[in-house]
């Protein structure tokens, strides 16, 4: 079998490392590699949102699955693309169609989505620039923390929490009339602030049976101690200690078989993956947000915990039988640490080399902003490598 992975970071090259120690027959391509995955798959170099360049490479390399990895080509319509060519229809895509990716694409659209299916989550508003005048008062009406999320993507950025009303009035206009993240925040929900501690759940689904992967726990904030810039993620861990039994069965009975059954019963084209970020407010799970991809960089803690054939597991998506795969998971905790280049999240510089990989015997490296430059690997982004590691103990 011959199979793309759409896209160049840390979460693309722990699927592509996955797939590559299955037992199947595959050849992996993925666009755009990194020093990662030279040795594991064929790069293609294209532009992952120019849909005609992706055909043709489809077309070229004899690609009979499509494994999606960033959310932009999935919202931009990718898999409505291969499905509606005449010449490429016959591909699977792991990711749903450019409606279902509306989950991650519109806040708006997904608590439309959670209101009408009872799914927890924050109560809250939306508003436009028209309606700028009805959010302050809003705002001025709530009490703090005030929670402000532009509606469209914004590489997890677009999320402002703020204490004071003021301070929370300046970034609603700076989002609305200044357009601070663009489009995206041509319409923002403020929606009320909630007290908890945060996980992920992640559900496989293939259009009519799901399977929930292992749970996971990132970490966002820059610094030491979860101090700091929000980033797009600086490290995870897999299993999470606070999760019990009846955790668990509180989150599939009021939140995931919801979120199924309305995929069904909405008649939204979903196969693909479902990241559910969750928040616990005194043993009462709520959504805080759909993703509809795996996460980073939760994916290179939760891969490695799956015993299961991988690629079996995504045929077995393809073919809407994965209520025929028993997952097995490790019971082992696995921790990713992200490498990050002096500056990041905000100015950083690239280039520099990256020496003692090979150095490296009991951990997973997994390449995100990286770059083979003159033979050499050097710093190519903001978050540079995933460094996952295991032990039956989490305190050592």
Avoid at 9 to 19: C, L, M, N, V
Avoid at 147 to 169: F, S, T, Y
Wanted: aromatic share 8%; hydrophobic share 40%; glycine share 8%.
């Amino acid at each position: 079998m011959n199979l793309l992975i759409i896209g160049s970071g840390a979460r693309e090259h722990a699927f592509a490392w996955k797939i590559f120690n299955s037992k199947q027959n595959v050849n992996i391509f993925i666009t755009n590699s990194t020093p990662g995955t030279i040795n594991i798959a064929k790069s293609i170099s294209l532009d992952i949102n120019n849909f005609s360049e992706i055909k043709r490479s489809i077309i070229i390399n004899n690609i009979e699955t499509v494994l999606v990895g960033p959310e932009i080509p999935l919202i931009n319509g990718i898999s409505d693309f291969i499905k509606n060519d005449k010449e490429i229809f016959h591909v699977n895509v792991i990711g749903p169609s450019k409606h279902g990716a509306k989950l991650e694409g519109s806040k708006e659209f997904a608590k439309l989505f959670m209101t009408r299916n009872n799914i927890p989550t924050a109560n809250y508003k939306s508003f436009n620039k028209s309606s700028i005048d009805d959010a302050i008062l809003f705002l001025k009406n709530n009490t703090p923390p005030y929670v402000l999320k532009a509606d469209g993507p914004a590489a997890g950025k677009g999320v402002i929490i703020v204490d004071n009303v003021n301070d929370a009035i300046i970034n609603l206009k700076e989002m609305l009339i200044d357009s601070k993240f663009g489009s995206s925040s041509n319409k923002v929900v403020i929606e009320e602030f909630l007290t908890g501690i945060e996980m992920s759940c992640f559900v496989l689904f293939d259009g009519t049976n799901y399977k929930i992967l292992p749970y996971a726990k990132d970490y966002k904030r820059i610094g030491e101690g979860d101090k700091g810039l929000n980033t797009g993620g600086m490290g995870s861990v897999s299993p999470v200690s606070f999760l019990d039994i009846n955790l668990k069965g509180k989150i599939e009975k009021q939140i995931v078989i919801p979120t199924i059954n309305g995929l069904i019963k909405e008649k939204i084209d979903y196969v693909g993956f479902i990241f559910i970020g969750l928040i616990n407010v005194d043993g009462f799970p709520k959504v805080i947000e759909y993703n509809v991809r795996m996460g980073d960089p939760e994916t290179q803690v939760v891969l490695p915990r799956i015993e299961n054939d991988f690629m079996e597991i995504l045929n077995a998506c393809c073919s809407q039988s994965l209520d025929q795969i028993d997952l097995q998971f490790k019971s082992e905790y696995y921790t990713n640490v992200v490498v990050a280049s002096g500056g990041y999240p905000e100015k950083y510089d690239k280039g520099f080399e990256i020496s003692g990989l090979e150095n490296v015997k009991d951990s997973i490296i997994f390449h995100a902003g990286t770059a083979l430059i003159d033979n050499k690997i050097v710093t190519n982004g903001g978050r540079v490598l995933s460094i996952v590691s295991s032990d039956n103990d989490m305190n050592k």
